[in-house]
């Protein structure tokens, strides 16, 4: 007898189904029976669930074909530990990166103070060391435009005019600055300038809004008490240096204040180093005049060497200094627009800490215990004061 084969179709699959669960296709062979089913010899190769076979025997046996292909669909779920380990490396980078702004911060200011006190206690002119420094940056940020290294601005007029008080302020607090630097020493300017929280708070509330709370409050009193402590037992205490960087706190918060709330319209909003930038150029042009009308021109190699000094360690040092201001300013603007104002002003405590250090042990300045101490009070206020803060922000 011809044998012939027929393959089920895809469509009889459901069918197939219900037949294996009736019957055990090994145990299935009635007798006596004979076959005869004619179909297309081809089949598919894919789809090959069952088969039907005639033979000369006497009886047929459904069989299942042992190269059954079956499918098979599996749903992979992506893990909700792998969002937060992205997150959580994310946030790492982020907390990194805030930690080397911090470091570069630091470092650029140490440096800062000692070249810029070197200059001030042999070129006692504040006014043209900080129309020099502004020059300086000026120089830097023409190079970063002309050189496209940084896209140049294009400002409205609007722009301008609220960045113009941002740029008064600024020359006004570094000015005070230099003034403080060139009278006192170096310890004592920026332990007055530790008392930059109580600013901050007053500042922040006028014009941002953010009441302080009464542990806030609790917490500045040994910062000025300690400043206090430290300004009347200081060897080098002088009524001009004290009140100079007493006046570089209000301005310095002043514009850190305003600066944020520049920063925040998202409608015209304008990012931390074109800011920068322009308030450096605005600065020059502010300062340049005003030093010359009130200094005069005192800062040629002919009026440094008629004045004994020696041209080239002045200008080397002026030189570092201006570089040394440009890169802290620079890089307090851009964590600025990471932090609140009055965390970047806790900040700027801790950087005190490291350059009253570092001061003393370069200039070798004498510190009496009394005077140490009053330091550490302010310097520990500021301290609470960062803590208080830090839980304030945690349960808000």
């Known amino acids: 007898m011809q044998s012939s084969t027929f393959t089920v179709s895809p469509s009889l699959f459901v069918y197939h189904q219900k037949l294996r669960n009736r019957f055990h296709p090994l145990r299935f062979q009635p007798s006596k ?15 090959k669930p069952w088969s039907l076979a005639s033979s000369s025997s006497s009886s047929f046996k459904l069989r299942p074909w042992t190269s059954l292909n079956r499918f098979q669909a599996k749903a992979t779920s992506v893990p909700e530990s792998a969002g937060d380990a992205a997150s959580d490396n994310g946030a790492l980078f982020r907390t990194l990166e805030l930690g080397a702004l911090f470091g570069m911060w630091f470092i650029f200011n140490i440096y800062f103070n000692i070249y810029n006190k070197q200059v001030l206690k042999v070129y006692p ?4 060391i900080t129309a020099v420094q502004f020059a300086i940056g000026t ?3 023409s190079l970063m435009w002309g050189l496209n290294l940084y896209k140049r601005p294009k400002i409205s007029n609007a722009q301008l005019a609220a960045i113009l008080p941002l740029a008064m302020v600024h020359t006004l607090g570094n000015l005070f600055t230099n003034m403080s630097l060139g009278k006192v020493a170096v310890s004592f300017t ?3 300038k530790a008392s930059e929280p109580f600013f901050s708070v007053i500042l922040s509330a006028m014009f ?3 009441m302080p709370t009464a542990w806030v409050v609790a917490s500045l009193v040994p ?20 009140w100079s960087a007493m006046a570089s706190n209000l301005t310095n918060q002043f514009r850190n204040v305003l600066s944020k709330k520049v920063m925040v319209k998202k409608e015209d909003s304008i990012d931390n180093i074109t800011l920068f930038s322009i308030i450096t150029v605005m600065s020059f042009l502010l300062s340049a005049p005003v030093t010359i009308f009130a200094e005069g021109v005192k800062f040629t190699p002919s009026y440094l060497h008629a004045a004994g000094l020696n041209v080239k360690q ?11 201001f440009h890169a802290y300013q620079q890089v307090s603007y851009m964590i600025l627009q990471r932090v609140s104002p009055v965390t970047h002003s806790v900040g700027n405590c801790v950087k005190r800490v490291v350059v009253i250090a570092s001061s003393v042990l370069f200039f070798k300045t004498p510190v009496s215990p009394v005077n140490a101490f009053g330091t550490a009070i302010a310097l520990a206020g500021v301290f609470l004061y960062s803590r208080v803060k830090r839980i304030k922000a945690k349960t808000t």
């Not at 910062?223 to 004290?242: C, H, K, P, R």
């Open 139 to 141: 120089v830097i940020v």
């Open 223 to 242: 910062i000025v008490g300690g400043v206090v402590l430290a300004s009347v037992t200081e060897a080098s205490f002088n009524w001009i240096g004290f």
């Open 190 to 192: 920026h332990t007055i």
């Open 208 to 210: 941002l809004g953010e």
């Open 33 to 47: 029976t004979n076959v005869n089913i004619s179909s297309s010899s081809s089949s598919s190769p894919s789809l």
């Open 314 to 324: 002045v200008y080397i040092r002026s030189l570092l200094a201006a570089l040394c």
């Open 125 to 128: 002119f504040p006014l043209t």
